[in-house]
């Protein structure tokens, strides 16, 4: 395997022609690990239940959209995991971007077409495009059973038994990205 440069070739000589060799997708695998780091520092699920799927790439996302890429690019090195793994400034920001009420979706969108238009044809000289867009993929096209946060309110009778709304009537089909990026978001808030 060629690491990627920031140049995106990876043969050192600049015009990307060379090397023959399998493009790592570095600055999605930092993200990765950024996510995976956030989440399981927040302990608020098992990482292999979907919820922390959702929620590792949504913030994986939002890390390698970001512009996070690694060492020299404000990650700070494993063995610094007592002081956390992004400094303060880009935790604020992650923290911005996966607000309640953000346009996050639409952000995503954009910049990861940007992203892809940059990397030009399929399987152009970008190999951090196909793992990104195959998570935002899993993250519009999986529907997760959640609570539903809008039915919020008195219950409502179960007609079943008349002691009240009906476990299942509380919850709501939703598409991943919608329960991970509140995850993420409040993973963030407690690292």
Do not use: K, N
Not at 71 to 97: I, N, Q, Y
Not at 124 to 130: I, L, M, N, Q
């Amino acid at each position: 395997m060629r690491p990627e440069r920031q140049d995106g070739t990876s043969d050192g000589t600049g015009d990307g022609t060379g090397g023959g060799g399998l493009l790592v997708p570095m600055a999605w695998l930092c993200a990765e690990y950024v996510a995976d780091e956030l989440l399981r520092t927040g302990d608020l699920m098992e990482p292999g239940m979907l919820e922390y799927r959702a929620g590792h790439d949504a913030l994986a996302l939002t890390v390698f959209l970001s512009g996070i890429r690694g060492p020299g690019h404000g990650l700070r090195p494993p063995d610094d995991r007592a002081a956390g793994v992004l400094p303060t400034a880009r935790m604020d920001e992650l923290r911005l971007l996966t607000a309640y009420g953000t346009a996050w979706r639409d952000w995503v969108r954009e910049r990861l077409d940007a992203r892809e238009a940059a990397s030009g044809p399929v399987g152009g000289t970008d190999p951090d495009v196909a793992p990104a867009r195959a998570a935002w993929r899993w993250l519009e096209e999986t529907e997760l059973l959640a609570a539903d946060l809008d039915a919020i309110g008195p219950p409502l009778p179960d007609p079943a038994d008349g002691t009240g709304e009906s476990e299942e009537r509380a919850r709501v089909w939703i598409p991943a990205w919608q329960l991970g990026l509140p995850l993420g978001h409040l993973a963030i808030h407690l690292h």
